[in-house]
């Protein structure tokens, strides 16, 4: 009877590692659950195309200037040592380590010198959680590093079509559109997660009525909370695509008019939140509306019960006093009627039919979910 | 008695297909439910006008340059192909191909070159639901495009005020007036809409406090999630109507004068959905504390019938108790006495007509709405 | 009991009429309902003055360029006709003269060439319902035009200041000067309304404590859903009022400094309607708790009754048993003792004093309002 | 018992008069309840000062000119004439001399050629009422004017000050100094007034859960309705003051620096009116959540009480049936046992430990406020 | 069973001391619970370090241009004079000596002439209760001056950084730096207190549904309250740290690139408090619900106490009436029947089983939290 109705997800965040307040600027300490790192590499011209997996930062030099496009992929974060001399290779600034390092930035787009800093995080439900990957990247001159906090195949689709000499435009583009490719498809991961979300609204709206109990309205306050929460990652995500889409030393104005579109995907995301959240907020009126209409019925279940056998037990009470009928004719005469005991019951079934009636005409009766109530 | 209210509405949105994440921008798949393709043309200059149905979209190239203002109407959008010819043929870039195709584009304006592309979503009401039309625009030097999902006869009021000599002024103008007069009819398709809603509305408010059901807080929610949805699409379509009366390389000084009233209706459009919003949100607040009117109603039959009948219960079991009255004069004299069973009935009389003074100084007798309570 | 209290107002909105969506725009229909068309006409200088009722269009040609000051006083729309031809003489947009006719603009300020065109609405009670008249001004060099709904005494005291020699500074201002008094008149309008609703909220946070019904929940909605209505009114009367203070081709220097004020007292009218709203939405939550401590009251009447009683009951009932004296001692032996029955009361009385202690303590008695419950 | 809890303030807003719609801007008729008009002179530079009563406004007309700094306070405003006497004397706009009688104002700063207006609202407590009175400034080249409503020891401080000649910079500085030294006192006077709100809440968030009742609400309510009022206040004062720190022509730099201090002392005040509302919408929750479960614990009570002595009650009524014992074995054998009566009662006894433990159990017993539930 | 659950922090502000409203601006008056004043000196380069316990102002005269970066840590703002000298000594606006002195600042940035002044509040958790240290730096050329409420350990860490040579990049960097670090540890003083919050809310969550009691709703308030306080007290530093990485004069571009950081991590602050004071506002709601909820499992178990035992009572009474069974054989035949009382014991337990059997039917045994009810 308890079923655990689908909810779809329950936000389990990791505990957050921050430095302590105090620590200078740029520490760079890896998480403790952090996943080993990974490199690989991808090189291509609108000819030509390599990949490798790297295992030394060195091997990455012999690349450099050679490819109008370098995207070198890392995944895991726990190689601070690996991280750092791909900082130094690239002069990325200490803010910018660190940001890749902890886990848990807003999105935010920072410019340095002529290279951009875009750090975001991405949705997905593992084992059926919310839980929120944070991926940054690097776009500078013709090179495009890509950070993951955790292996994942949510770039493979933008590998395929650079493999697939036909993909046509990626491989024609610089490097600024492959920094497009990977928002875009960072912002379009957030898409199946709200209709995840809708689904669950959807069906709360329609148990809400039948079966409330206190199970559902915890699981609507989860649900609550994870919109909250995805809100709250999405909207420094439209400042961050918003300001992509103001930059004009890095970004190429033919990749401009797609990162409009893509900051248009944002928007749309974040108006389906607040209109999800408004659902979810009104879900729990409903909740305790419906709360207040069981006990309605309830009440008056109990209220006909006493209404009916509390007249009826008085005047079986009336009949089982003891006045002596002998001492006076006026002392409970009805006690040595032929039909005495039959008029009683008559009494106390016309008691019984006239609060009947009483209640039909209040409505109080074949009320509640449109079946009578059985009496 | 559980009669369905008139409920005008209720949001049953299709499923969107969206592409995965990471799949090229452009790339052009049509929804499984697209209508089949038609194309109507309309040419028409202040003295001349001609209509053809368009089966091969080369047909349209003869038209092109002859006439000052050519328009394409496209309905349905299923043929692919179709949709790729007319891209090719006005050059228009691969992302505004692709909003024609996903029918759930926010709306808005977008400038390519000295082409204005538009989409909006038109509400209509069918089969008693809500669905959402999208609706975009092309404007690019003489010539408007028009893409609807579905054929419509939205536009047909426009074809006749076209083909009347005497309807005037969209003879004579440009192709940004009849870029306006489209938009214009998008924006006045929502006023249909609201009226619906505020008679829903109405509906409701005189309906909650009578008979308060279950069923009603459902219906009411359903309008307000249905309100929210319009509120949804209104928003940008206000910015959208916004950015055109402030473009001023496609639109002349005149059309944007009538613009700036369109815009006006949209501003008002929103207007008018905000405060239905908010009376959505009172009306579930009346919806509780009329349950919890109806609550206390059914609390006071329960204590006034408690409280009357316990008391002369209680002399009832008092009467009925076995003392031997042989024993000692003390002894429940009173059963004894020649009016003791009328005495008995008059003391029970008496406790019923002091409780029902007192619940009638409290005002519970004659109290909910405006009748006695028979009792 | 159930006196309505001195609500002063419910909005009956007479309903819209608007033109289906499609029609072009400048199309004059007049309302079903609008008033016969009169035109009065006050030509002014410092020493001059002259009134005339205006029967044919014609007339007022005349007196174009001959006074300083013109006033076209137009009350009631049904007659097109004039309206077109007012709309010819002063060479008036078909916009202006459609915004004229359809009723139920938002406020707004448009400017065209020279001219300026004001539309805004004025609420007034008429017949205990809130009413909306539009009136609409046009200002074009000397010549003021103003449109009202239907015939009204709100422009009857400008009149007077303008007769009265003494009236001083709209006698030697220009037309600017007269359409900021024709507009201060109409924001002054919101005031007396302001009081009305100010004192139906008094009203009712007097009476919500000490006798809520289900009635009085549906008129502080009412006078919700009044105040957003007006609410709704009053925010684009703002950002007009505000948007004269700005114009610099038509109003002089020294009348926007009365705008200025005027303006003052738009936002004034807003900070009022937005802190009454909050104290209606506030009222609905007392009156809730209201009727929840009601509940709460009834609930402890009944269950004082049914503490008191059950016990007493029982005891009643125990003695009652039909236990066989005889056969044994142990069996109900008070029966048959000499105090036996003043025994069973005195249990009976003691049972009930020990349950009153017991609610004493508990604070359940001499709650309420103040005043003991009588038991 | 009901002892009123020591709220500190209640609103109690004279019914404001406002000029009917219609009247002409700068008509000046002043408040009925309007106190005697008084003038205090204080003419000051480093070295010297003077102080005169002012009883003819042509004293002034000697003073002009010959000060660095000359500050007129005027208290109550019943005496139009002299108002007016200052205006021409001082060349003001008609819109200043309306403003300053007119006793309702928002506040603003308003420039009029070199000259400053400025009017506030100083809240105060009188009389356990928050009462608002207008005060209002003149900045015109060496010359302050100050009038207030009421005479108040609100300035005096400020004349201590000029007084005292070791009072340092207030002698030194200009009329702007002094301007600004009248503002930062108008300002600081809402501190107290906050802080008295303070303890409000502080009072009510202590005894909403220990003793709610429906007086408790209304007080809450009254509270937020002043917080709503002095918001409503202190909002403009905001705008006022900040454009005041963007003056130039009038405010000296050295000026300007205080002004900011100033401001952000104003911003610092509507902070905590803000905080402070929603402390005042908490309360009403918990109010209600506090009325619910006393509801909560009435009902187990009287559940308890229920569902010991029914069953109890039952078996009394069984052994009180007449069943002929004499017709058959099965006919009520008990009340022929010798111990029938024992029986009996530790039958119920068992049933009263029975539900005893069974409420034990569901926590209903030992719950409430942390003291067992005598039974 | 009342255990108090570990609520980490109630906020105990103390009570304000503020001068009287009138009072100069830069009258310095202690806090009559200040701390005693020291001061700490450190002076480095990035070749040399020297620190100091300073007791005498005059002392710091020699070190001011013979090191790059003088640090001057105050702590403890009792000595007035001590306080006086050093506004002396750096020419300190006496506003900036009374925002240092008055420890219920708003935080904010003000420049004056080539100096800064900075004041913030920094949280902590003292005796389970929530304290609000307010720290004032003061940057000018190459002094930074650091003034804190009480002493406190928060900037120790810096003090390591700089006594490290290795510490690196603060050693080689100017006083603006240094402002820097020291700013970035009050705002991160903010995580570890939204930690704990966070904790609570995680703790209050798991707990309102199973255990609702009137101490948690206080509990939940007390957490909120804290919340909008915190709130209050970092908008203002956003707006204070903002308004620094826009401050060109005395911070330099490489040191404003580590402040935009730091301005990002005050964002994050106030999102994530945004995000806590809804989750709170939610909890409120399920604890409503909660409370409900249990009232209806009461009010459950009265009504099947009530409605199996109220019948079996009335069978009792019947079977208890004293009609004559020898006056007909129509009174209570049954008193007389071999099995009589087996048979009013059967229909007894008929009628129980029969409603057992409804209930069951309706949903309201084996309900609640997922076990049976016991009956």
């Given at each position: 009877?308890?079923?655990?109705?689908?909810?779809?997800?329950?936000?389990?965040?990791?505990?957050?590692?921050?430095?302590?307040?105090?620590?200078?600027?740029?520490?760079?300490?890896?998480?403790?659950?952090?996943?080993?790192?990974?490199?690989?590499?991808?090189?291509?011209?609108?000819?030509?195309?390599?990949?490798?997996?790297?295992?030394?930062?060195?091997?990455?030099?012999?690349?450099?200037?050679?490819?109008?496009?370098?995207?070198?992929?890392?995944?895991?974060?726990?190689?601070?040592?690996?991280?750092?001399?791909?900082?130094?290779?690239?002069?990325?600034?200490?803010?910018?380590?660190?940001?890749?390092?902890?886990?848990?930035?807003?999105?935010?787009?920072?410019?340095?010198?002529?290279?951009?800093?875009?750090?975001?995080?991405?949705?997905?439900i593992s084992n059926h959680h919310l839980v929120m990957e944070q991926t940054s990247l690097v776009l500078a001159g013709g090179v495009v590093l890509s950070f993951q906090e955790q292996p994942s195949s949510l770039f493979d689709p933008i590998v395929q079509r650079i493999r697939q000499r036909k993909g046509g435009r990626i491989r024609l583009s610089q490097a600024d559109y492959l920094s497009y490719a990977l928002i875009d498809t960072m912002v379009d991961s957030y898409f199946p997660i709200l209709d995840q979300f809708s689904e669950a609204l959807d069906h709360f709206e329609e148990k809400v009525i039948g079966q409330p109990d206190q199970v559902m309205i915890n699981q609507i306050h989860g649900l609550k909370r994870d919109l909250l929460h995805l809100r709250r990652i999405a909207w420094p995500l439209r400042d961050a695509v918003n300001s992509l889409t103001r930059e004009k030393a890095v970004i190429s104005d033919s990749t401009r008019v797609y990162l409009r579109d893509c900051y248009d995907h944002v928007v749309h995301i974040i108006e389906i939140l607040e209109s999800h959240r408004e659902r979810g907020s009104d879900l729990i009126n409903i909740y305790l509306s419906s709360i207040?209409?069981?006990?309605?019925?309830?009440?008056?279940?109990?209220?006909?019960?006493?209404?009916?056998?509390?007249?009826?037990?008085?005047?079986?009470?009336?009949?089982?006093?003891?006045?002596?009928?002998?001492?006076?004719?006026?002392?409970?005469?009805?006690?040595?009627?032929?039909?005495?005991?039959?008029?009683?019951?008559?009494?106390?079934?016309?008691?019984?039919?006239?609060?009947?009636?009483?209640?039909?005409?209040?409505?109080?009766?074949?009320?509640?979910?449109?079946?009578?109530?059985?009496?």
């Open positions: 009877m308890q079923k655990q109705p689908p909810r779809p997800s329950l936000l389990k965040l990791r505990r957050r590692r921050r430095s302590a307040p105090g620590t200078p600027p740029g520490t760079l300490v890896s998480h403790p659950d952090a996943s080993p790192t990974t490199i690989q590499m991808v090189a291509y011209s609108p000819d030509d195309l390599t990949e490798h997996a790297i295992a030394n930062v060195e091997q990455i030099s012999g690349f450099l200037g050679g490819w109008p496009v370098l995207w070198i992929r890392v995944a895991g974060l726990d190689n601070i040592d690996i991280i750092h001399q791909l900082g130094e290779l690239f002069s990325l600034h200490p803010l910018v380590l660190e940001d890749i390092i902890n886990v848990h930035q807003r999105s935010k787009v920072e410019e340095y010198d002529r290279s951009l800093f875009i750090v975001t995080q991405c949705p997905s207040s209409n069981k006990m309605n019925e309830v009440m008056k279940v109990l209220t006909i019960i006493a209404t009916v056998f509390m007249p009826i037990g008085v005047v079986a009470g009336i009949y089982g006093m003891n006045f002596d009928v002998t001492a006076s004719p006026y002392n409970l005469p009805e006690l040595g009627w032929r039909f005495g005991y039959p008029f009683a019951l008559g009494l106390m079934g016309a008691i019984a039919v006239g609060f009947m009636i009483f209640f039909k005409r209040r409505g109080w009766l074949g009320g509640g979910k449109g079946r009578k109530e059985k009496l």
